[in-house]
Structures are given as structure tokens and as C-alpha cells.
């Protein structure tokens, strides 16, 4: 399962002119809608608790692009939503990585910044003394979710709306999202609008699924990965959801690993969920949207 030196070495030279083309998008050309003014500012910083970079207090939700070199372009985009509780984003590991990972095989990659709970100078710590109170963690959902969820929506609608300004199709624009971030995916798998939907969604070890949503009658292709030990207990909820699609008839591929823990996303932990991305790549190009 070791990567070698030389794989190592490719795919750091083919990420090199990826990482320096980037571009940060507004996704609302004022204040996000339903929300109060903030005054606190968005901050950026290292957890030691979940050993990544994040990002904490957002209250404009942003875009931020990674193009693929023009040689690779395929014309599909994805829109990459990171997970974090709603209290953070773990803007390095289910953000930027896998946006570079997709950029480098042509694909037209935005990482979102949704709207996140207020939290103070350590969001990770206090995600670990909430997640202990479900009662008072519930709270936070009902009041911030909602938030989360209508930027995941507006996400893949201004993309598809401004397709033509980055060469890519607007019927081949998807979403892909961790934890949190997989939550805002499901919802926006069965809660999009015509001008909105996403052409395939990927809620990675998701959770907060509704269970009572219906599954549109158009609804797109999903792929899901998940691990059973999942420390929050939510491997369950991937495989209802692999079970939901799967009994509307609708196209669906679920991997569901023994080890991984929660949040593995693109960390390299020398197990099988190192390559749950590979995965995801194939199951792209299976269903036709790594194809120019």
C-alpha cells in the first residue's frame, strides 16, 4: 500500500501549476442571505486537536478555484464542500487536496467555504466538548445547518449559472462532501431546484442524512465511502443512504471500508481508505465525466 518515491514525485510536479492557479469567488455578491451582520472575522489555523489545517467563523461563503491545466480540461466541475461539525472546515485534507487531486485528472474544482457556527479561538476543542452533549450540539444543527445547507444549494447553482466563464458544462457540475460537508451533499441531492441540480453527488462518511426526504425523480448518480469503525457512529447513515437510492432505482456505488475511522479523508494512514479517491476517479470515469 506504500506509495513510491517516484508516484510521489509525479504527482507533486503535476500539482505544482494547479496549486498557483487559484481564485477566490463570492458566492453571494452581498451579504449570505437569512443571516444577521457579523462582525467577527473569519479565521485560519492549524488544529493540534484533528491534526490539519481548518477554518473557523466563516459568515461569507466563498468559492475558491482550482483549474485544470488546459490540456486536461474535461468540462465537468465538482463543487468540494469540507467537514468540521458546522463549527469548522478542515479546509487542507477535504478541501484543497482532493480539489488538486481532481484538477490534475481535468477536472474544474471549487472548494466552498459554507457558513459555520460562531466559535472562539479553538473550534476543534469545543467540537469535542459539544459532541459529548448531543442535546446542546442539536441546537447548534438546528440553527446553523440550515445556513450550511442553503450555500451548498447556491454552490452548485452559481456554478452551473457561470459555467461559461470557465470553459465547463453545466450539466456536468457535482458535489462532493466529508462529514458535515456530506450532510450539505445529501441535502443537496434531493433538495435542488431545477437550475440547481448537481449531475452526481458524493456524500463521503456523511452525516445528519434525512431519513423522510423523498428521492427525486431525476435524482443523479451517488457514490459513497465510508469506514465501519467510524468513530461518530455514522457508518450506518451511508449505508441507508446507499439503501434509499438503491430502492428508487437510482444509480449508486457505496464503499464501505473496515478501517478508517471518521474523517480519513485525504490522509494517508497506510490503509485501503488511502485510495477511496481512486475510487471516486474510476466511478467518474465510469459514469462518463472524465470523458472531453
Not at 4 to 20: D, E, G, H
Not at 120 to 148: C, R, W, Y
Not at 244 to 263: D, N, Q, R, T
Amino acid at each position: 500500500m506504500k506509495m513510491s518515491s517516484f508516484r510521489i514525485l509525479c504527482i507533486a510536479v503535476s500539482l505544482l501549476p494547479i496549486a498557483a492557479a487559484q481564485e477566490v469567488i463570492p458566492l453571494y455578491p452581498r451579504a449570505a442571505p437569512g443571516s444577521p451582520t457579523e462582525t467577527y472575522p473569519e479565521k485560519q489555523f492549524f488544529s493540534k486537536v484533528w491534526n490539519t489545517d481548518v477554518v473557523t467563523n466563516v459568515t461569507r461563503p466563498t468559492l475558491t478555484l482550482f483549474k485544470p491545466s488546459p490540456e486536461l480540461k474535461n468540462g465537468t466541475a465538482i463543487v468540494i464542500c469540507p467537514g468540521g461539525g458546522f463549527m469548522a472546515l478542515s479546509i487542507a485534507s477535504e478541501g484543497t487536496d482532493v480539489a488538486k487531486y481532481l484538477a490534475a485528472r481535468g477536472v474544474t474544482a471549487f472548494v466552498l467555504k459554507y457558513r459555520l457556527a460562531h466559535t472562539g479561538d479553538d473550534a476543534t476543542q469545543e467540537f469535542a466538548t459539544l459532541i459529548a452533549d448531543l442535546s446542546k450540539f442539536e441546537v447548534l444543527l438546528h440553527n446553523t445547518e440550515p445556513l450550511s445547507v442553503a450555500d451548498g444549494l447556491a454552490a452548485v447553482t452559481y456554478v452551473r449559472q457561470h459555467a461559461s466563464e470557465w470553459g465547463i458544462s453545466p450539466d456536468r457540475v457535482g458535489i462532493i462532501g466529508f462529514s458535515a460537508g456530506g450532510a450539505v451533499t445529501a441535502e443537496v441531492a434531493t433538495r435542488y431546484a431545477p437550475e440547481g441540480r448537481p449531475a452526481f453527488v458524493a456524500p463521503i462518511y456523511a452525516g445528519g442524512v434525512l431519513q423522510d426526504a423523498p428521492v427525486p425523480a431525476d435524482a443523479p448518480p451517488m457514490f459513497i465511502a465510508a469506514a465501519t469503525d467510524d468513530s461518530l457512529g455514522l457508518a450506518p447513515q451511508s449505508v441507508a443512504l446507499y439503501q434509499k437510492w438503491f430502492a428508487a432505482h437510482k444509480s449508486v456505488e457505496l464503499h464501505m471500508y473496515a478501517k478508517g475511522g471518521h474523517g480519513f479523508g485525504m490522509h494517508a494512514q497506510n490503509i485501503p481508505t488511502d485510495h477511496w479517491i481512486d475510487r471516486f476517479a474510476d466511478w467518474l470515469q465510469l459514469e462518463g465525466f472524465l470523458n472531453k
